[in-house]
């Protein structure tokens, strides 16, 4: 079946602009993590979500940082001003049931800020 | 949440056992322990999952002692495809699971 898919794979984008980054879990899951990583770190927790219900969002670097997931599917990470440290790979992972399972981790979202 | 410390790197040849150690002093009653892989450009991959004692699944074995201190990884005849970096996470499962991931273990298998 599918997996954790997540759009776009690559984004450049410059200084001061607004990005949103989306995730597709695998359908049925219930939970569902962003992460953010740096080369050559393990992954940085971000927020996540049971459902619709934003969980744990104590992650997130700054009010520029926002997720959601309106209809407890698809999820959207936005970066309002972005600055050139946000650069990294940006990570969803979803899991069947309640926060602790097994997370099946999405092939990221590259983001380059110049 | 409980802070695990594993060693930075290890190295190993195909076919040996290799066993990964993560300390977890303060873990709490409700916290399970959880193994991660991970290859370069790809995001981690779910390996195991324990409480206590021990957990055996077809790619690796989880060792935990009675005070729960501590995990022990083993990853049985590795190959060269097994380099990786390996993460240890601990957490509570019954109400919540903000996932720490930290620095992981670099496990370089040589030929």
């Known amino acids: 079946g599918a997996g954790v898919s997540q759009s776009p794979r690559y984004k450049v984008t410059k200084r001061g602009q607004d990005v949103a980054l989306r995730c597709d879990p695998i359908?049925?899951?219930?939970?569902l993590y962003w992460y953010r990583q740096a080369l050559g770190q393990g992954p940085e927790f971000l927020t996540y979500?049971?459902?619709?219900?934003?969980?744990?969002k104590s992650g997130l670097p700054n009010d520029r940082f926002s997720a959601e997931r309106p209809e407890g599917s698809i999820s959207t990470l936005t970066i309002q001003r972005t600055e050139q440290r946000d650069s990294a790979m940006y990570r969803c992972?979803?899991?069947?049931?309640?926060?602790?399972?097994?997370?099946?981790f999405g092939p990221g979202t590259r983001l380059t800020v110049t | 949440l409980a802070k695990t410390t594993q060693p930075i790197s290890m190295d190993s040849y195909e076919g040996q056992e290799v066993n990964i150690t993560c300390s977890h002093n303060?873990?709490?009653?409700?916290?399970?322990i959880t193994w991660y892989q991970q290859f370069p450009s790809q995001g981690p991959r779910f390996i195991i999952q324990?409480?206590?004692t021990k957990v055996t699944n077809e790619v690796a074995s989880l060792f935990i002692p009675a005070d729960r201190k501590s995990s022990t990884l083993s990853l049985p005849r590795v190959s060269l495809s097994d380099t990786a970096v390996y993460y240890c996470?601990?957490?509570?499962?019954?109400?919540?699971?903000?996932?720490?991931f930290g620095a992981g273990t670099r496990l370089f298998v040589k030929a």
């Open positions: 359908s049925g899951h219930v939970s």
């Open positions: 324990g409480y206590k």
């Open positions: 992972a979803s899991s069947p049931g309640l926060a602790g399972d097994e997370q099946y």
């Open positions: 996470l601990v957490g509570d499962r019954t109400g919540g699971f903000k996932t720490i």
């Open positions: 979500f049971n459902y619709e219900a934003q969980q744990d």
């Open positions: 303060n873990i709490a009653t409700n916290d399970y």
